[in-house]
């Protein structure tokens, strides 16, 4: 099975441009997570989506940062008017349909978008 | 505020020493994942546990979750220079979703 595909790998915007991160979850998965680890920092939740659904966009910021699952294609996750403070790594994880034998919350990682904001 | 501490943040060891990395919280976690990540890499899941008190053994890793399912541990023995990079604790608080709070890492350097 091929894992979990971001791209690209890194993105080198300007400040004011917009950054789209896309993502393929693994085979199998219907559920797409984004985790935002700025330097010096440990991976921050920001969102959780199903297929055309918004599930928890609770670590999103409000302004600029938008991400949806279409029914067909990749995740993506937007970023309008980036600024500096924006730069940051990127991941995108993803999991099958949550079992009832409380086998756990296990995500897999794909390897991550490098956004760096000049 | 953290809701997961780990400890230490940094540790530098000899090649075969022993080593344990404590993740600790006040919250009660549905389960605790353990995370590797290489520079430049995402996080590769290591182990999950989710039952009170379970010990996971990986070869020379070995994995407990805390009786009250609010702590965690990661042991490693006789350590070498391959086991070099940051670890990661992250628990869930229900068991129906992927959102997982993570401890600010661990990184660990096995000097050969």
């Known amino acids: 099975n091929a894992g979990v595909m971001q791209n690209p790998r890194h993105l080198v915007r300007r400040r004011g441009q917009e950054a789209r991160l896309r993502c393929s979850p693994m085979?199998?998965?219907?559920?797409v997570y984004w985790y935002r680890q700025l330097p010096e920092e440990g991976l921050k939740f920001m969102v959780y989506l199903q297929k055309e659904n918004i599930i928890d966009e609770s670590g999103m910021p409000k302004e600029r940062f938008s991400a949806e699952f279409p029914k067909e294609g990749p995740s993506i996750l937007r970023i309008q008017q980036v600024v500096r403070g924006d730069s940051a790594a990127y991941f995108c994880?993803?999991?099958?349909?949550?079992?009832?034998?409380?086998?756990?919350?296990?995500?897999?990682f794909g390897e991550g978008s490098w956004l760096t904001v000049v | 505020t953290q809701l997961l501490e780990q400890s230490p943040q940094f540790l530098s060891i000899q090649e075969g020493e022993n080593l344990t990395v404590y993740c600790n919280s006040s919250?009660?976690?549905?389960?605790l994942q353990w995370y590797r990540q290489e520079p430049g890499e995402g996080p590769v899941l290591l182990v999950t546990v989710v039952t009170g008190g379970e010990v996971k053994k990986l070869k020379r890793l070995t994995f407990q979750f805390g009786d009250a399912r609010k702590d965690s541990s990661l042991h490693i023995t006789a350590a070498q220079p391959g086991d070099t990079g940051l670890y990661l604790c992250?628990?869930?608080?229900?068991?129906?979703?992927?959102?997982?709070?993570f401890g600010q890492g661990t990184t660990l350097q096995v000097k050969p």
């Open positions: 919250s009660v976690f549905s389960s």
């Open positions: 994880a993803s999991s099958p349909n949550w079992r009832q034998d409380g086998s756990g919350n296990t995500i897999y």
């Open positions: 085979k199998g998965h219907s559920h």
């Open positions: 992250a628990g869930a608080r229900s068991s129906n979703t992927g959102k997982l709070i």
